[in-house]
């Protein structure tokens, strides 16, 4: 069984030459997934010289691991949007991700992008033992917020699955994400636009212009720069406090063609059903197949580095997925993680305190339309135009109807900061079995420790650089991640999700090597 994204199967590529020397643009976008694209070819179309940087391969981080929905019907809800930012607010939002949608149908047609886009219906179903009348209000708030053709169904058009009452979305779409992408950057090179892989961005200096330093010593001077990079990594503070990262499961299992009609699938609950979390569903093609395709069903969320129980959420969407659908194997199981902001919308626009620096994050599990959504209002606002949607996705606004959610999720934050006094039980680090890792106490320091499939016992300090978190060991993606804001590094210690942007430090010389007392909840799962 492959632990890959079904989009991912290496042939696409995906690698450009580092940046050498120094360039002068009009604007450098740093991350080259969908939103950064998105928003270099918006750019590029406008006459403006872009350079995209990325510290791994294009796609290197979550786009691939995104199970695609097109979607306006968004998983706050409208009626909970509506509270929180008004009706005008709600409706603002609708309108934005149609647009999006129909963008990307736009951009795919003028482009001869081949990656299986299609128009599709969504539903939205309820759990079992959920409030019947929320439907009924959800129906209003939709409707109110422009999306008049939602309509209420006795079920939802599965054969096999009894639903209940729905909510049908027409307009809603699907597409294979990696091609879509590689259409996206094929485009923009035709337009001259420059990608560099393998470059790591250091420093992000506001001003006029701005200034781009990078790990190999290359610079970049741009009017302005765009940071898409998933959760930002160009500031401390101002936006983590307002988001929080989450981690998501998807299988992809195999069903007779046919069986399953062909739309998006949705409950309403994050308590639904026995994963603990909502689920979403969609159909995919399975290649070499003419007899079966690949349902996606995800679900079984939680926050990033307080769980480490992959297999029981994968064992529990498969019997989710079993007893509602046609299900003869599973083919793939992978993980992504999704950034939740409180107040349920992204944030897109001026990154605070700076004038030419520009965010992009808060996907909130609808990151193909939030990044489309990015890459057409960053763009009114380097060209100065104003924007309907400014205002509603400002990364400084503050939504003080959301200040329960704010609270919750900063108390939980601050609660992680005591692992750093939690004692250990009495196991050597001797115990650690080779591709197996975990956080160990060696004195009064807490180490992040992996033993390679070699035998070789690797050490760094356990304490995240951003702001000083102790990871936790994840066992499924061999990555130590920590649960105060979502960073997450490789069993060697480098990063591969921010707001970190380093590395966890190598330890001192003098740290004893082989020693420590593993701490309880670190012991890898079974």
């Known amino acids: 069984m492959s632990s890959q994204p079904v989009w991912i199967d290496g042939k696409e590529a995906r690698t450009r030459p580092p940046l050498s020397g120094t360039r002068s643009v009009d604007v450098c976008v740093v991350g080259a997934g969908v939103a950064g694209m998105f928003t270099a070819l918006r750019l590029s179309r406008e006459g403006l010289r872009v350079v995209v940087l990325d510290d791994g391969p294009i796609a290197g981080g979550e786009t691939g691991r995104t199970t695609a929905h097109l979607s306006n019907a968004l998983d706050e809800g409208y009626a909970r949007l509506e509270s929180l930012h008004g009706a005008e ?13 129909q963008e990307i149908a736009s951009t795919i047609a003028r482009e001869r992008i081949a990656c299986r886009f299609e128009w599709v219906d969504g539903f939205l179903f309820l759990p079992p033992g959920e409030d019947a009348t929320l439907l009924d209000r959800e129906l209003l708030a939709a409707r109110g917020a422009g999306l008049t053709s939602v309509e209420l169904l006795p079920r939802a058009p599965l054969p096999d699955f009894e639903t209940g009452p729905c909510l049908r979305y027409p307009g809603q779409a699907q597409l294979d994400p990696m091609r879509y992408l590689t259409g996206l950057v094929t485009a923009f090179e035709r337009l001259g636009g420059e990608i560099c892989t393998d470059t790591h961005v250091t420093e992000i200096e506001d001003g006029t212009p701005c200034t781009v330093k990078t790990a190999g010593g290359a610079v970049v001077t741009a009017r302005a720069v765009v940071v898409a990079t998933n959760t930002p990594v160009n500031d401390r503070f101002a936006i983590h406090t307002k988001q929080a990262a989450y981690r998501t499961y998807v299988i992809a299992a195999r069903v007779p063609r046919g069986a399953v009609p062909r ?21 995919a093609p399975l290649p070499g197949s003419r007899t079966y395709e690949l349902l996606l069903v995800g679900g079984g969320d939680h926050r990033t580095g307080e769980a480490n129980d992959a297999a029981e959420r994968f064992a529990k969407l498969e019997s989710w997925t079993r007893s509602r659908f046609p299900v003869a194997s599973i083919h793939a199981r992978w993980s992504g993680q999704v950034m939740e902001p409180v107040d349920g919308l992204a944030f897109i626009g001026r990154n605070p305190g700076d004038e030419n620096v520009y965010v992009v994050t808060g996907d909130s599990g609808h990151g193909m339309t939030h990044g489309t959504i990015a890459g057409l209002l960053l763009t009114d606002l380097i060209q100065s135009r104003e924007n309907a949607w400014t205002k509603l996705y400002d ?3 503050r939504t003080l109807k959301s200040l329960p959610e704010y609270v919750g999720e900063t108390a939980n934050t601050a609660a992680q900061y005591i692992d750093w006094v939690t004692p250990g039980e009495n196991l050597t680090v001797t115990d650690l079995a080779p591709g197996s890792g975990a956080v160990v106490r060696v004195g009064g320091c807490k180490i992040a420790a992996y033993r390679d499939e070699g035998g070789t016992l690797h050490q760094h300090s356990a304490m995240c650089p951003h702001l000083g978190g102790l990871v936790r060991w994840n066992s499924y993606e061999k990555t130590f991640d920590c649960p105060c804001h979502g960073s997450r590094f490789d069993a060697f210690g480098e990063v591969l999700n921010g707001p970190a942007n380093t590395a966890l430090s190598e330890l001192p010389e003098e740290t004893p090597a082989d020693a420590g007392v593993l701490l309880a909840e670190e012991i890898p799962a079974t």
């Open 89 to 101: 607010g709600a409706r603002l939002a609708a309108e934005s991700h149609t647009q999006a949608i």
């Open 263 to 283: 739309a998006l699938y949705w409950d309403t609950s994050e308590e639904a059903g026995e994963t603990g979390s909502y689920h979403y569903a969609r159909l």
């Open 395 to 397: 990364p400084s606004r």
